[in-house]
Each structure stands twice: as C-alpha cells, then as structure tokens.
C-alpha cells in the first residue's frame, strides 16, 4: 500500500478523523476508524468503523475509471441499502457514501481468527481448519454461507464476485456468521443466467483457492442454498432447479473454453 | 523439492537437448533448447533457473490477405509443406549432425489448438521419433508459454496472465498445478482483436493485434473514449459484446451512416470518431478489464509478481498499463518478454517438454500422442514444481 493514497484519503477526511489501513484489495482500500461520519462522538471508544476507498487507477484512461469509481460506488451503496432490510441476509450496515469519490462508510464486521491466521474471512477460516477440514464446525458454516448466497438470489440480487475472501465470518458465541461483502460488482437480477455465473464464479474461485477440499466445500455451500430456496416452498424448488440447470449449463461453458493460440 | 535430474543426458553428456514442434495455430515454429545438466538441481525448487540455452528458434507464420482469417485446412497445409524444412534449418543453425546421438527428446503441441494444424505437426514429430529413436512429450500449449516466460524472466512464482488468439486466463500456480483463477467466458482478446481488424479490413502482417496498436497510437481524439461495454464478471470476462458493438460502430462509419450520434455530431453531421478512435478506444477498454480481472488475482492469492505471456502480451500498451497497476501495489513487479518468447514457437514447446522430461515423463506408447483440441492448463500435473 503506498504511502500516497494514505496522504491523500487524510486529506480529503481531514485531520480530526483517524484511519488506520487495514488491507488493500484489487480494486479498494479499506481503513479502520474510531468516527462515526455524522453522530457525535459517544463515550465508548471501542466503536469501529470502515471506510472503503476506491482510488483512481491510473493505468487505465480516466473516463473510463471515473464511470467505473462512480458507478461501483453508487452501485454497492444502493445494493448494501437495500440488503440490509432483507430479513435473514446479513451484510454489513450503510453509513455513509460518496460516490464521486470512491469513498464508502461501513459497520465494522469480524475480528481477529486465532492462533495468527489473520482476519476471519472464510478463506482464512477454511485454511484455519486445513488440518481437519471435514468437522462440523466447517460444514456448519459453509451451509449457512449457502444460505446466504441462496437468500440473496431468491431475492433477486446478483453478487458479482463471490469468493472466499468477500464473505466475512462474525462470531455469535460458538458460532460463526457469514456475511457478505463488497457488491461493487452487485446487480438487481432475475435471470437465471446471472445467478448461474455467480455460482460458477464461487466454485472456480473455491476451487483454485482450497484446492484439496474443493468438492466437498462446494457441496456443503450448494446444499445450504439448496435449504435456502426449499424454505420458499414449491416455487422456490421450482427457481432452485432453473437456477442449478442453467449453473451446469454455464459450468459446461467455462470447461470448453480451451481452444487454440 | 524436486529433483530435474531424474533422467541423465544421452550418452553421458552434461546437458540436455531437445527439439519443440510448434503449430497449434498460424505459427509453425521450431525451436531447440540446450539444458545443462547441474547438481543444484538435484534437489531444488529451481524450474525457472534452469541456464536454458536458445539454440535456434525459427518460425514460420501462415498469412492471409486483409480481411480474412485463417482456416484450419489451409494452415494445416502450410504446416505440412513448411515442417521438414524448419526443422532442417533449425537444426543445421543449432549445429546438431547426428539427432539420434545429440537430441534426447523430441516436444510437440498436443494441445490446446486448431485440430488439423496439431495434427500436421505430430505427426512430423512421430516420424522423426521413429527415424532417430528418439523419445516423446506432449507439451500442454499454455504451460510452455509460462515455463518459457518463467526462465526468460526468472519470476519465481508469479500471476500469469496469458493472453493470445485462443486464450484469456489468469493462471497461478498451487500445489502442483496450474490453476485458473479467471478466464474470458466467451472469445479471447486476440480474437476479439483479429476479428476487429478484420472487419476493418486492415492487414495481417505481421499481426492484426500490431496493427491495431499502430492505428491507435495515431488516435486524434485520445481524451474522449467511445464508450463500450466493460465487462468484468468477478474474476472472469467477457468480450463477445465488446466485440459486437464495436463492430457496428465501425460499419456505420464505413456506411457513413448520420444517425448514428457517437460518431457524427448530431446538428452539423460532422464526423466526430476516426477509425483509430475507434481501435484506440477498443484496446483501452480490453486492457483496462484485463489489468483489473490480474489484480483481483493478484489481491486474491497475495502475489505482487505478474508475467504476461501470450501473443497480445507484445502490446506495449498492455505493459505499460500492467507496469503502472504493479507500481501502485506494495512491491509489485512486472514481468514481460518480447516478440520472440510471447509469440508461439518451438523453444517453448522444448522448454516446458524437457521440465517433463527431466522428471521422467516420456511417451511409452504412440496411443499417447494422440493431440487435442481441448486441454486445460490445470489439467497438466506439473511434476517439476515444488
């Protein structure tokens, strides 16, 4: 992370609000801070927050990255908005956006995995219990994670770019919660196909990243989705076929697509 | 850790020869890689610092007139009339007299590709195998182009980004093979590029992609991009819309076609988008998805070292926007090779083909040699990585 983008992104926020870097993904850097954006400042300190920054990319043309900053933005605030309400689903809370530039305040979610395995998100999680992937705890919460992906496209939501590391593990007692993160590349959408694309784009990044155990992970999270539309009644068992019809179908699709160069 | 000298050199020598056949597409090429044979790497993770030695590398690219492409029996053609001849030459330029003693393996493309030209080129491998007992490997045609880049460039563990006529992937290694972390869902860049030329009826020599990144550099209107659609999904792309949009914008300006207010101001009729525009606003569009799909890799596994192989991965373009994402990451590094390594050829058929070879695996039977035009990079168990 360069030094650069830290200047800049205390600048624009100013010097009362304190940031402390925490990751920087593909396409954002995400900041930890103890300020809320707009309520006063209350007496527990403890209070975290997030803000994610998109920084302009100069390597590609700046029309383009202004459509794309804005766009994505705006796109992930109104997709965290409105998830939020949905019963069941969980993702993190909207505070605050600016859209023009790049910047987004969130509830802080997840802490710490122990024993030095960084932050609890599911790929994390799952290198965690490298060691002894089959237990409970695992295929307890890959199931609720497919519930989570199966809830979401119920309600007609796409998620875009699910992988391992956008689903963020929260602990409830012995338990941990997935939530869902990052929607910059969400949409509002019926068709099949999108939905189909979404699985498929979680199996293959399952697949690359905790290649050992892909298969059974991947069944456990296709069974949770598979709970998450049986929920629905007869017309969710009707969508949960369209849905896993068209996945094989674009799932045949990426297998063929090695051909010649 | 792996031991590369599983396998002694023929007759007791200190290095290792092999020929690469290459022909999965318009390019025939030959090319002859010598190996030494050292103790380090007896037991060591050391496959991308292997001293290779480019002995010869000839190559020989089937051409088309403006406005068409290439199609499998003609190229097939070409491959079978230029064969013996490359490989005459290849070896006559590597100083090798007599194959049965000097050459230990023979490499050949057994896929991906086009059906026929594969099946040209094998068999002019087979015939030599049988005509100086020499042995065989099929050569996955991806891998050899990241173990070729690997050495070039010495990167250790890198995100490869692979990018030519055929293929768009994002590739990084993990236990033991070479896994796809995104890919185009539909056509490759290079042909979404070729097809794009074509339908400008520019020349193929000495590549559509090269020509197009000389009309773009020409671009007049380089600050107002014609918009197109940007399509990453996740890790993956898509670019058969791309395509087809600008493919229309490019026949109506041919057309002349006023209606159309992108390209024409819509009080004066004036013509606001040249054709270079036109490519200009399509490489940038393509390569901006690209760099984005390699860093969402990169942030993915925790890598900061990309190498770009491939055909397209020529475009200066394409490297200086991959050099700029590197510089803004934490100690990214770029890694990139010219014309000679990024366009298909024999030496890395012959690289990738002697890595397995050093391993111990040959072709027992010709059964084995039988090619294919679907072979996924991660299918390949890459015995030579630690």
């Known amino acids: ?261 | 850790m792996v031991n590369l000298n599983t396998i002694p050199p023929k007759n007791n020598r200190d290095f290792y020869i092999a020929i690469g056949l290459e022909g999965s597409a318009n390019k025939l090429g030959v090319g002859i890689v010598k190996h030494p044979l050292l103790p380090k790497h007896a037991n060591s993770d050391l496959s991308y610092d292997c001293g290779a030695e480019m002995l010869s590398n000839i190559r020989d690219t089937y051409m088309t007139p403006p406005g068409e492409g290439f199609l499998p029996r003609d190229t097939a053609r070409h491959h079978r009339n230029w064969c013996v001849r490359l490989i005459k030459q290849a070896m006559a330029e590597a100083g090798i007299k007599d194959p049965t003693l000097d050459v230990d393996v023979i490499c050949f493309t057994r896929g991906p590709g086009m059906g026929a030209p594969l099946h040209s080129v094998v068999i002019a491998a087979r015939t030599c195998s049988l005509l100086w007992d020499v042995p065989l490997v099929g050569v996955n045609h991806c891998i050899g182009h990241i173990e070729m880049g690997r050495e070039i460039t010495k990167a250790q563990n890198p995100v490869v980004l692979y990018v030519s006529g055929g293929n768009t992937q994002v590739i990084a290694y993990s236990e033991k093979r070479y896994r796809i972390f995104g890919e185009t869902l539909d056509i490759a860049i290079g042909n979404c590029l070729d097809r794009f030329a074509r339908t400008l009826k520019i020349p193929n020599e000495p590549s559509p992609g090269y020509n197009i990144e000389q009309l773009a550099k020409k671009a007049p209107h380089k600050d107002s991009l014609v918009e197109l659609p940007y399509t990453v999904k996740g890790m993956d792309l898509s670019m058969s819309g791309i395509l087809a949009s600008v493919d229309l914008l490019a026949k109506d300006l041919f057309k002349c076609n006023k209606k159309n207010k992108i390209l024409f101001d819509k009080k004066t009729g004036e013509q606001k988008v040249t054709v270079e525009d036109l490519c200009y606003s399509l490489q940038e569009n393509l390569f901006a998805m690209l760099v984005e799909i390699t860093e969402r890799a990169m942030a993915h596994v925790n890598s900061n070292q990309v190498l770009i192989v491939g055909g397209v991965g020529c475009n200066v373009r394409l490297q200086e926007m991959m050099a700029q994402m590197c510089k803004d990451r934490a100690n990214g590094q770029i890694h990139a090779t010219d014309n000679r390594f990024c366009i298909d050829n024999g030496v890395m058929i012959a690289q990738a083909g002697l890595l397995e070879y050093r391993m111990g695996g040959i072709v027992k039977d010709f059964s084995e040699t039988i090619v294919t035009q679907k072979f996924r990079t991660d299918e390949v168990y890459a015995a030579w990585r630690d």
């Open chain 1, 1 to 261: 992370m360069t030094q650069e983008f830290i200047d800049k992104v205390s600048s624009y926020l100013s010097q009362d609000i304190d940031i402390t870097p925490i990751s920087q993904g593909a396409e954002a850097i995400v900041f930890s801070t103890s300020t809320h954006p707009y309520l006063p400042k209350t007496r527990e300190s403890h209070q975290k927050f997030i803000i994610k920054y998109r920084p302009p990319k100069r390597y590609r043309h700046p029309q383009i990255d202004q459509t794309l900053t804005k766009h994505r933005t705006l796109n992930e605030s109104r997709l965290l908005a409105k998830l939020y309400l949905i019963p069941g689903l969980y993702v993190p809370q909207l505070l605050a956006c600016d859209p023009y530039n790049g910047f987004i305040w969130l509830e802080f979610l997840g802490e710490d995995l122990p024993g030095g395995y960084g932050f609890s998100n599911l790929k994390n999680f799952l290198w965690m219990h490298d060691k002894d992937p089959y237990n409970d705890l695992v295929a307890a919460t890959l199931h609720k994670v497919g519930i989570q992906i199966g809830l979401l496209h119920w309600n007609d939501y796409c998620h875009g770019d699910l992988t391992s590391s956008n689903i963020v593990l929260v602990k409830y007692g012995a338990e941990w919660v997935p939530h869902l993160i990052d929607f910059g590349l969400g949409s509002v959408s019926n068709l099949v196909e999108d939905k189909g694309v979404d699985l498929y784009v979680l199996e293959r990044a399952i697949l690359s990243t905790h290649s050992k155990h892909a298969e059974k992970y991947n069944d456990w999270i296709m069974e949770g989705f598979e709970a998450a539309y049986h929920e629905k009644g007869a017309k969710g068992i009707k969508k949960f076929k369209e849905v896993t019809k068209r996945f094989q179908e674009v799932r045949l699709r990426g297998r063929k697509r090695s051909m010649l160069g």
